[in-house]
């Protein structure tokens, strides 16, 4: 029996796997939940890191997992969750290093769940790399695009991530807008490519 103090909300932990689909819904899965502060660092200690992530070191069942989704139920991360129609993000995309995006994760971790980040309804870590260049995501979903808001959501976050050195920059946008773009690049993507599939792994992989 878990008996440390309750978490004020139940988060859950969503993998998601790579893939071309513009079908969001299809591309990420339900890994467990936690109401309770012994809960989290359970699966804290017991999941691989966000450097695994951004090493493409991590696999379900043979398939890669280029993100960890970590959000306040009942939100999903998708941008057209109906329990957060106006939801908006801070996010950075940069080339972060192993040691700054594990800090960084655990950072937003912890202030989310302590109650820390005003208006956050989840979090997420992406490996967006390619072929041709590494690039690393750390999104702050908020359930507003109020002005306001966002500017205490913004110093929060500021807050929660002091102490880690080289802080990359974050930048604003309303998940209409990021729909809109998503549904026009992989519109090019069917155009320019309209046969291409995932090929076999041949790298060394975390299963979990």
């Not at 071309?20 to 990420?28: D, I, M």
């Not at 941008?79 to 995309?93: F, I, L, M, T, V």
């Not at 080289?166 to 090019?188: I, V």
Request: with cysteine.
């Amino acid at each position: 029996m878990d008996d440390t103090p309750p978490l004020e909300s139940t988060w859950t932990l969503f993998t998601h796997k790579q893939s071309l689909s513009n079908n969001y819904s299809s591309v990420y899965d339900e890994a467990v939940s936690c109401s309770t502060i012994g809960e989290f660092w359970r699966i804290y200690n017991n999941v691989p890191t966000a450097s695994d992530l951004c090493h493409k070191a991590v696999c379900i069942h043979n398939e890669l997992i280029v993100a960890f989704s970590f959000f306040r139920k009942p939100h999903v991360p998708e941008w057209e969750d109906p329990h957060n129609p106006e939801g908006s993000e801070w996010g950075c995309r940069d080339i972060i290093s192993c040691q700054a995006i594990d800090q960084m994760w655990l950072h937003v971790l912890l202030a989310a769940v302590g109650e820390k980040l005003r208006h956050t309804v989840g979090l997420r870590v992406v490996n967006k790399s390619t072929k041709l260049r590494a690039c690393h995501k750390i999104e702050v979903w908020m359930n507003s695009c109020d002005d306001r808001c966002t500017r205490e959501l913004f110093a929060d976050l500021q807050i929660a991530l002091q102490g880690i050195d080289t802080l990359p920059e974050f930048s604003f946008m309303e998940h209409n807008k990021k729909r809109q773009q998503a549904t026009e690049y992989y519109s090019r993507r069917r155009v320019n490519h309209p046969r291409r599939t995932q090929g076999p792994m041949s790298h060394s992989t975390h299963n979990l």
